[in-house]
């Protein structure tokens, strides 16, 4: 089964989702702005901002919400991970589903 097709499949089954996605130039420059250092002081926390977006692949039938999540961790000066999900349902907080996400990597 295509990617495509698996999700037309759990959404026509009114299943719960999420799936990572690969990064590509349209995702990177939709959350361009999360990718650029801030300017104050490296704080001592990390900081992990989310963005949420529409975003339609050239093989889907219709647009799905993208959360997008990159961590800028403590004293660094470049990101260390950018995470894509597309995701199902859409009421869903970003930051709930991306913990679902780090979560099930480690399962």
Known sequence: MLFSECIVYLEAEDYYYAIRLRANKILYKKIEHLLTRPVERPPRKPIVPYESFYYQASSWDKPRRIVAKVEWPADELFPHKMECATIQPVNRCECSIL??????KKI
């Open 99 to 104: 913990r679902f996400f780090s979560l099930s």
